[in-house]
């Protein structure tokens, strides 16, 4: 009878680490996650990306040297701490530049932003004269052309100040419409279509989601800039501006990018012994690295996770009768696999809730649209006209043609996303 149990123990005993044994297999990756990935070369240099990560640099100090320290350091810290490095620790305070918090820099999505600034243009050129570094900073920022994310993608790298270079386009801004004010409008307009170019330049080379939202918004700001000093001083605007390009557009680097990130983290997650931690606090229960690969797999992980960012980069380079068609059925949103028993930790992590990218790539239809209604007056066409003339490159939004808002200070096309109505329309007047 005991041996029989001893035989019935031992077997059970086999079963189990047969059973552990194959727990502790991963997936290959997927060709097409490794094609993918590949799409994305990281550079071994970019003045504009280190430029831009020392933009806020204290005054007398180089921004490119303020940049490269701060790669420099980020990449220590990444490589010492891994994804601890997310945990918030008391730090010396940075020397950095003063940036500008004044009302003058206000947002023209605003309905009071443009009156308010035209009825303080006299305080326009103190606060310029404040903060004339900065300004110069971006001069200098727009020359370079060969912007690219230098920093390992990880989900600890630090952001470039995407802030501190939307302030500078803002004084930039200010210090042409001021020009304007003085009876210089040609200039001022020449000067705009100039920024324009820049800031759609520089759009085109963004790789990380932020920094091409940050481009839209400073692009449907210049397109408003123009619009509304063209009315105010009834100066006809000489050219009229393309629509998008697909680079403009195109999400797939950003997204690429998501992959990658995701891939490092997966990567220091397989197998790490503190995985039931939380990020910031002292472990609370170390497991073996056995028990840790029999519920988490990272290639699993990734080879399901990827799917979503793929099909957004996919949908950010499509034409807008697929996306509209997405947006309403998303019949090709692939479906994502669940693995409970072989991967329930990675399963769990690809079921977080994302954002709505589909809101996001809309919103580069809605600046083509703002930017037919801008062409529109380029063309010289009444308000009457374009609203009886000019149609949405939409076709499943309510109104195709376009409409004032309620004060009659804009004319809107309607957006795919309600609550996505940030660049649908195009300010024509102050009041």
């Not at 947002?107 to 305080?123: A, G, K, Q, R």
């Not at 123009?226 to 999400?251: A, D």
């Not at 039931?276 to 056995?290: A, R």
């Not at 996770?305 to 996306?323: D, F, G, H, T």
Request: with cysteine.
């Amino acid at each position: 009878m005991i041996r029989l149990i001893l035989k019935i123990m031992g077997a059970l005993v086999c079963i189990t680490l047969i059973i552990v044994g194959l727990l502790q297999i991963d997936d290959k990756q997927v060709p097409e996650l490794t094609q993918l990935m590949e799409q994305v070369k990281r550079p071994n240099d970019s003045k504009a990306y280190l430029y831009l990560m020392g933009m806020d640099a204290a005054k007398g100090v180089d921004p490119l040297a303020a940049g490269a320290l701060a790669l420099q350091q980020n990449n220590i810290k990444r490589k010492n701490d891994g994804i601890r490095a997310l945990i918030v620790e008391p730090q010396a305070t940075k020397d950095v530049l003063a940036i500008p918090d004044d009302d003058l820099l206000c947002s023209y999505s605003e309905d009071s932003c443009f009156s308010y600034i035209f009825n303080n243009l006299n305080v326009i050129e103190d606060l310029l004269n404040k903060h004339k570094i900065l300004t110069e900073r971006y001069r200098v920022y727009a020359n370079y052309h060969d912007y690219h994310t230098l920093s390992e993608p990880h989900i600890t790298e630090e952001i470039p100040p995407y802030f501190v270079l939307s302030k500078a386009v803002q004084l930039t801004n200010l210090s042409l419409l001021l020009k304007a004010s003085k009876g210089d409008v040609d200039e001022a307009i020449n000067l705009i279509y100039q920024l324009q170019s820049q800031l759609r330049q520089q759009l085109s080379q963004q790789d990380r989601l932020i920094g091409k939202l940050i481009y839209l918004k400073l692009i449907s700001d210049n397109l408003d800039l123009l619009s509304v000093i063209s009315n105010q001083y009834n100066y006809k605007l000489p050219n009229k501006i393309k629509l998008l390009s697909l680079q403009e557009k195109s999400l797939r680097a950003s997204f690429v990018r998501e992959i990658q990130i995701m891939s490092h983290l997966y990567e220091e997650l397989d197998g790490a012994p503190d995985i039931f931690s939380t990020v910031g606090e002292e472990v609370l229960s170390d497991v073996p690295s056995w028990v840790t690969h029999m519920l988490f797999k990272k290639n699993m992980t990734l080879n399901e996770s990827y799917k979503v960012y793929a099909y957004y980069a996919m949908l950010s380079e499509a034409s807008i009768e697929k996306i509209e068609k997405e947006i309403s059925d998303k019949a090709l949103m692939p479906s994502v696999v669940d693995h409970w028993i072989r991967n329930s930790i990675g399963t769990i992590l690809n079921q977080i809730a994302q954002p709505d990218y589909l809101g996001y790539i809309a919103s580069f239809g809605d600046i083509d649209n703002k930017i037919k209604l801008f062409n529109a007056g380029v063309n010289n066409m009444d308000n009457k006209d374009i609203m009886n003339g000019v149609r949405s490159i939409y076709n499943r939004t309510e109104h195709h043609l376009p409409y004032f808002n309620e004060d009659k200070t804009k004319l809107c096309f309607d957006s795919l996303f309600e609550n996505n109505r940030f660049y649908n329309c195009l300010r024509i007047s102050i009041h």
